[in-house]
């Protein structure tokens, strides 16, 4: 689970931290410790997500197709497996996208604003 840093409400992330994966992705290919890096920026440090837990989302994107694994050659010695969204992954982010907009909006709407 992704956490938001010093929050009592992180409860409202629960059930989308594989949309925020998704969304790092789509923007570009990108290896597990660069989504993190990019979440925690974009958020301006309120959402953290654990190591952990971005590498078990990652094994179920690719699970389920959304995403596809490339294993990179680092160096001489090294590799680095990075990531990238598949054609049914980037229609998945699309959908899920709207329907969070849809929900911020009518949050929004409720608490007049």
């Known amino acids: 689970m992704i956490h938001m840093q010093g929050n009592p409400w992180r409860e409202m992330l629960h059930g989308t931290s594989d949309l925020l994966v998704l969304a790092m992705l789509g923007r570009r290919a990108m290896h597990g410790y660069g989504i993190r890096k990019g979440i925690v920026r974009l958020s301006?440090?309120?959402?953290?997500?654990?190591?952990?837990?971005?590498?078990?989302?990652?094994?179920?994107?690719?699970k389920r197709g959304h995403i596809r694994g490339t294993d990179v050659i680092v160096g001489t010695t090294r590799w680095r497996r990075t990531?990238?969204?598949?054609?049914?992954?980037?229609?998945?982010?699309?959908?899920?996208?709207?329907?969070?907009?849809?929900?911020?909006?009518?949050?929004?709407?409720?608490?007049?604003?």
């Open 44 to 62: 301006h440090g309120l959402i953290v997500p654990g190591f952990g837990n971005v590498y078990g989302l990652l094994k179920m994107l690719e």
């Open 83 to 113: 990531y990238s969204v598949t054609p049914k992954g980037r229609a998945e982010l699309v959908k899920r996208t709207n329907e969070w907009r849809g929900f911020a909006a009518a949050v929004k709407a409720v608490m007049g604003h």
